[in-house]
């Protein structure tokens, strides 16, 4: 079995195939009655899931950093896609990527701020600025009337399962791929070690640039298609609780691995949705199995390891055989 | 005019000194282990409700010192007893893990707690609080026993760092983690009690939070502890004195913003000071930066 | 390590089934669904408990006589229930999961205003009835241009309504012409009407002195309580939930505050008392009922209820019921449990002798007309003083 898979991984059209199936699949679950509409929530849910788990997994797997803020992100790229979608843009085809765009775009402009934060501080303190960011992000969103202050905004449903199945491929392609690039190599350096790094002519700069811009754009796109599919964002649903959620959701898929990413989000999204019969319960059993697993795996379930599917044939061929 | 600034400065006075608080405690555990205990703002919360548990199961009717004590040494305990089977395995393995565990431990607590007790509880007075007039100046008599016992709980604290062979041990454990068994000194243990100590400290403010305002909820531990966590970093984490400091700046700032401001902006205008702080102090005003081993 | 890689195909395949399981819904013996998306946990568990009881109650008191009556055969109600947490997202899943996975025919709750908008929005997109037994917010029942939504009702009075009858109660029965105002600014329903009781007593030639807001989880009020003092209002505005107003009221009482305190329909819960005591004595607020005016319908719910559950309904339990029974009762008119004609036959209901009053919707509009009354507390019960004046 386990050679058959291995053989399938690294046929070069066995990852496009399954995209392409997968894609299909979901183009016909709109056309014929194959998911219950509570059926494609969840599984919009997963996708919206995956990519603020990829995307957050960049900076805090990959480059080591310990950002809290994520839920900041996604909070600029709900608000500036519903804005796009509600005020500005007339109703079109082009609307929601378009509104997933722009969101992205302001949300990577804020990112991109939040880096040339980063290169005073460091570990503990850049968290805390993360936290701030996030706390700030949230009152100002409360306080400016023209996005509905408190009351919310209710942008009009956009998000179906296709568009949401191309977001999650294009996050974790462009990630992916960022991964495995020189700029991929120069952020999992910062992490083992700054100074060496920079000592051997790592551009350190661009690295975290690069790294919390890219992050932040797909926390945006996130946030967008989490607006498109709510029908009423409000500042409540970006708090401190929501970042939470994401990093739990991180560490327990695995730090540093996009397979990792899928796996925890995945997992946490089904189990919180099967679970709600045990009501508040539920949300003492999961940060359990998150300590446990803590505990056994620090790294999360695929910690530091990745789906051979994932890897480029570059990869592929250098491991050796187990 | 000056009523209204005394006023104020005393509900920021009352506001910090909590806050100061449970700021000691995050900072406490950082000094020696390097990790942001994200459980602690949970254990404050079950100060409150322990206190409320003494106070309202017990047949006796115990005086408030008593109170206090027992609520500080459950929790410390339970403190210990975390830091026993949740971080101590995890001392060899990357600093994420175990801050992320710490915030499982935190949630596990946290929902358990608003499992058997979804309804906010109220909080009964342990003793009679009078109400102190200057002019329109006004000031209970609870307000000067909060403020008084967090000071008295922060000199406390101060004396045991700087005047006792266990602080001197803890202080060691900070500034060298690697020598210090070399010397003889239980570290494990050192490392329990400072965790049982910061965790008290943590009950205690939990309790005189629920006697201020007495409405105790599982999730009040869920902001305020981000807010402490905040402010112990702004005075420098690690430094006991700067989680004061910070402490009492966060609480200042909350107050004073709404005072003199709309107070809708009030977060709005906390963070971005804070932020602002930190961008010209990036170690917290009295924290040192650490040293980076080439 | 590849082991490892093939127990976690098999843990992905696992956890892709469950995700299949959760599009399965439960078979059963043939009953009629309603669903109850309420607020069992979060900031208001109270709300969320009423509601449920009320609901419970009114579904066994039809199932013990048989079921609802349906052209020749009697069917029981199946209760479905739904915790939103009193979270805007949680309540337009459960909306969701109640209308497209539990195939409930029409959906009661939620009940605070953040949440019956989200889930009104899910119910009139997907063509399912809903009544909100609380939500007083205008925007629960109109859609974004302001036009009414054709499957969203509601059991009470709108949020101008109440702003308007708790303006003139202040200026004409307490006589003030002062207010200071204290709210939750991250809050729906508080927010709303703070700014439409502002609107409406400065017209009517009142002044409002001061326009302080927390945010909600806040404990410590007393910086914008020591700013409200130095401006001495006569009246204090609260339109807070029961547990916000007990903790302002407490430390308004503390600073040394001698003003008139009024809140409104969501201080209605009993709680208050139990953690308000002394600091919210004498206070008005403004409310769905009151025990005490109560006509034999509202006697008899009131003398079951609180033999059931050991204690007085609060008005979200009376709304509740009400709610369920318009809902039932347009089921039975419409014969057979399909939405589009119990939607139909919700919107034709000739007056309907509710718990809370007579119920009947306008044509065109899914707010019922419904009148107010304004309670005092006293002696740590609820009295009745007026009847509301718009």
Not at chain 1, 38 to 64: A, R
Not at chain 1, 114 to 127: C, I, N, P, Q, V
Not at chain 2, 170 to 188: E, H
Request: with cysteine.
């Amino acid at each position: 079995m386990r050679h058959f898979l291995d053989s399938v991984a690294r046929c070069r059209w066995a990852l496009p195939a399954l995209i392409a199936v997968g894609f299909a699949f979901v183009v016909a679950c709109e056309y014929f009655p194959l998911l219950n509409d509570y059926s494609k929530i969840v599984l919009i849910t997963v996708g919206i899931n995956i990519i603020l788990c990829s995307s957050l997994n960049l900076v805090n797997g990959y480059m080591g950093e310990f950002s809290v803020g994520h839920a900041g992100f996604m909070a600029l790229g709900a608000y500036a896609s519903a804005l796009m979608t509600i005020k500005w843009l007339p109703a079109s085809v082009f609307e929601l990527p378009l509104g997933v765009l722009f969101g992205g775009t302001i949300a990577a402009a804020i990112g991109f701020l939040l880096a040339l934060l980063s290169f005073k501080t460091r570990g503990d303190y850049l968290a805390i600025i993360t936290l701030a960011f996030l706390m700030i992000v949230k009152s100002a969103i409360e306080n400016i009337n023209y996005v509905g202050g408190p009351r919310g905004m209710t942008p009009p449903v956009l998000t179906n399962l296709p568009w949401t199945f191309f977001w999650v491929v294009v996050t974790l392609w462009v990630i992916r791929n960022l991964i495995y690039s020189k700029f991929g190599r120069a952020i999992t350096a910062i992490r083992e070690d700054e100074i060496a790094a920079n000592a051997m002519g790592v551009r350190i700069r661009e690295a975290k640039i690069l790294a919390f811009v890219t992050s932040s754009f797909f926390g945006g796109v996130a946030g967008a298609l989490y607006a498109q599919v709510n029908f009423f964002i409000d500042p409540k649903s970006f708090d401190i609780v929501k970042s939470t959620e994401i990093l739990v959701m991180v560490y327990l898929g695995g730090i540093a691995s996009l397979g990792g990413s899928i796996i925890g989000a995945v997992i946490f999204t089904v189990l919180l949705q099967v679970l709600q019969p045990l009501g508040t319960w539920r949300m003492v059993i999961l940060p359990l199995i998150l300590v446990l697993l803590m505990l056994f795996r620090p790294r999360g379930i695929m910690g530091m390891r990745e789906l051979t599917w994932f890897l480029p044939a570059g990869e592929l061929f250098k491991r050796p055989k187990p | 005019m000056t009523f209204y600034l005394a006023q104020q400065t005393i509900n920021a006075l009352q506001l910090g000194s909590i806050y100061a608080l449970i700021a000691l405690g995050y900072s406490m555990v950082y000094g020696v282990l390097v990790m942001i205990n994200f459980a602690h703002g949970d254990l404050f919360m079950l100060g409150a409700f322990a206190c409320l548990l003494l106070a309202v199961l017990l047949p006796v009717h115990l005086p408030f010192v008593v109170i206090l004590l027992l609520v500080m040494i459950v929790i410390g305990l339970l403190g210990a007893f975390i830091e026993r089977v949740a971080y101590r395995p995890l001392r060899d393995a990357p600093r994420v893990s175990a801050i992320i565990t710490a915030l499982g431990c935190g949630l596990v607590i946290e929902n358990t707690t608003l499992s058997l007790s979804p309804y906010p509880q109220f909080m009964p007075e342990l003793f009679d609080s009078r109400t102190l007039s200057f002019g329109s100046l006004t000031v209970t008599t609870l307000q000067i026993l909060i403020i008084g016992v967090a000071l008295g709980l922060m000199l406390g604290l101060d004396f045991l760092i700087r005047r006792t062979s266990f602080g001197m041990a803890m202080r060691a454990i900070s500034f060298d983690a690697r020598t210090v068994p070399l010397m003889g000194i239980p570290v494990n243990r050192m490392i329990s009690l400072t965790f049982f100590v910061g965790a008290g400290l943590g009950g205690a403010a939990g309790m005189l939070y629920g006697l201020a305002y007495p409405q105790i909820s599982a999730t009040m531990g869920v902001l305020i502890g981000w807010k402490a966590f905040i402010a112990a970093v702004i005075g420098g984490i690690g430094s006991i004195r700067g989680a004061v400091l910070g402490g009492f700046i966060l609480g200042g700032v909350e107050v004073m913003a709404v005072a003199y401001l709309p107070s809708t902006y009030r977060d709005l205008i906390s963070y971005s000071l804070l932020l602002a702080i930190l961008v010209f102090k990036p170690y917290g005003l009295l924290g040192q930066p650490p040293n980076q081993k080439l | 390590m590849s082991l490892g890689q093939m127990k976690k195909l098999i843990f992905c395949a696992s956890v892709l089934a469950l995700a299949g399981l959760t599009g399965c819904g439960g078979g059963g013996s043939p009953s009629v669904k309603v669903g109850l998306n309420i607020e069992l946990t979060g900031e208001m568990p109270a709300v969320g408990a009423s509601a449920k009881n009320a609901a419970e109650m009114f579904v066994s008191q039809i199932n013990s006589g048989g079921g609802l009556d349906m052209e020749g055969t009697k069917l029981p109600i199946e209760l479905v229930i739904g915790d939103n947490g009193a979270k805007a997202d949680q309540a337009r899943t459960v909306a969701q999961r109640l209308i497209s996975q539990d195939n409930v025919v029409a959906m009661v709750g939620p009940d605070a205003s953040s949440c019956a908008i989200p889930a009104s929005i899910v119910a009139e997109t997907f063509k399912c009835p809903m009544i909100s037994p609380w939500s007083t917010n205008s925007k629960t029942t109109l859609d974004e241009e302001g036009k009414p939504k054709k499957y969203v009702f509601r059991a009470c009075f709108i949020d101008p309504f109440e702003a308007r009858v708790l303006a003139k109660f202040v200026l004409n029965n307490i006589k003030a012409k002062t207010a200071a105002v204290l709210f939750d600014v991250a809050s729906e329903a508080p927010n709303g009407q703070a700014n439409l009781f502002k609107e409406v007593f400065e017209q009517n030639g009142g002044q409002v002195v001061a326009f302080e807001t927390y945010t909600t989880g806040d404990r410590d009020f007393s910086a914008q309580l020591t700013k409200i003092k130095a401006l001495n209002p006569e009246v204090i505005f609260l339109p807070a939930y029961y547990n916000d107003a007990a903790g302002i009221a407490r430390q308004a009482r503390q600073q040394g505050i001698t003003a008139q305190l009024v809140g409104s329909d969501a201080w209605s819960s009993p709680e208050i008392i139990t953690l308000g005591g002394q600091d919210v004595e004498s206070s008005y607020f403004c409310n769905h009922y009151s025990t005490e005016i109560a006509t034999p319908v509202a006697k008899k719910f009131v003398a079951d209820y609180t033999a059931k559950y050991g204690k007085a309904p609060d008005d979200v339990a009376a709304l509740t019921y009400d709610a369920m029974g318009l809902i039932t009762e347009a089921i039975r008119t419409a014969g057979k449990a399909d939405r589009q004609a119990v939607r139909d036959a919700l919107a034709e209901i000739p007056k309907y002798e509710g718990v809370t009053g007579t119920l009947q919707f306008q044509p065109g509009s899914g707010d019922p007309v419904k009148s107010a009354v304004i309670l005092q507390i006293k002696d740590g019960k609820f009295v009745w003083i007026a009847n509301g004046q718009p």
